[in-house]
C-alpha cells in the first residue's frame, strides 16, 4: 500500500480530514438544503395534490349544478305548459261568456225593437183611427150635408168607428 500512497501522494491525516469535512458539508446540506427542499417539495405536492382535488370537486359540482338547472328548466318548462294551458281554458271561459253577453244584449235589443215596433204600430193604429174617424165624419157631414142632430151623429160615428175598428184588426 505504500507504493500507492507514495504514487499518489496520499496522506492518511490529510483524508481523514477530507472526510470529516465532507461529513460536515453533507449534514450542512442535509440540514439547511436537502431537509427544507424536500419540506417545500411535500408542501407544493399537497398544495398541488388540494389544487387537482379542489378542482375534481368543482368539475363535480359544476356536473350537479348541470343536472339541477336541467331539473329546474324542465320545471320551468313544465310550468310554463301548465299556466298556457290555464290560459287558454280561462280564455275559452271568457270567450263563451262574452258570446253569451253578446247573445243576451242581442236578444234584449230584439226585444228593445219589438216593442219599439210594437208601440209604433199602437201609436200609427191610433193616429189611423184619428184620421178614420176624421174622415167618416167628413163623409158623414157630406153624405147628410146637414146635421140632423148631435145625438144622431154621435150614433153614427159610434157606429161607424165599431166598423172600422174591426176591419182594422182584420
Same mark, same amino acid.
Given at each position: 500500500?505504500? *507504493? ?8 492518511? &491525516? ?6 470529516? %469535512? ?13 431537509? *427544507?427542499?424536500? $419540506? $417545500? ?37 313544465? $310550468? ?7 290560459? /287558454? ?15 243576451? /244584449?242581442?236578444?234584449?235589443?230584439? /226585444?228593445? %225593437? ?8 199602437? @201609436?200609427?193604429?191610433?193616429?189611423? &183611427? ?6 167618416? !165624419? ?7 150635408? @146637414?146635421? !140632423?142632430?148631435? &145625438? ?17 184588426? !182584420?
Amino acid at each position: 500500500m505504500n *507504493p500507492i500512497v507514495e504514487t499518489f501522494h496520499l496522506d492518511w &491525516k490529510l483524508m481523514l480530514a477530507q472526510l470529516f %469535512n465532507f461529513g460536515i458539508v453533507v449534514v450542512v446540506l442535509w440540514y439547511f438544503a436537502l431537509k *427544507p427542499l424536500s $419540506k $417545500k417539495i411535500q408542501e407544493r405536492t399537497k398544495v398541488i395534490e388540494k389544487g387537482l382535488a379542489d378542482a375534481k370537486e368543482s368539475a363535480e359540482k359544476l356536473l350537479q349544478a348541470q343536472k339541477e338547472q336541467q331539473v329546474i328548466i324542465q320545471e320551468a318548462r313544465q $310550468k310554463s305548459q301548465q299556466i298556457l294551458a290555464e290560459m /287558454e281554458k280561462d280564455v275559452a271561459q271568457e270567450r263563451g261568456q262574452l258570446l253569451e253577453q253578446a247573445q243576451k /244584449e242581442v236578444q234584449k235589443l230584439l /226585444e228593445d %225593437n219589438q216593442k219599439q215596433l210594437t208601440a209604433e204600430k199602437q @201609436k200609427m193604429l191610433v193616429q189611423v &183611427k184619428g184620421e178614420i174617424v176624421d174622415l167618416v !165624419v167628413l163623409a158623414t157631414s157630406k153624405v147628410l150635408e @146637414k146635421t !140632423v142632430n148631435d &145625438k144622431l151623429d154621435a150614433e153614427i160615428i159610434k157606429k161607424s168607428l165599431s166598423e172600422a175598428e174591426i176591419d182594422l184588426k !182584420v
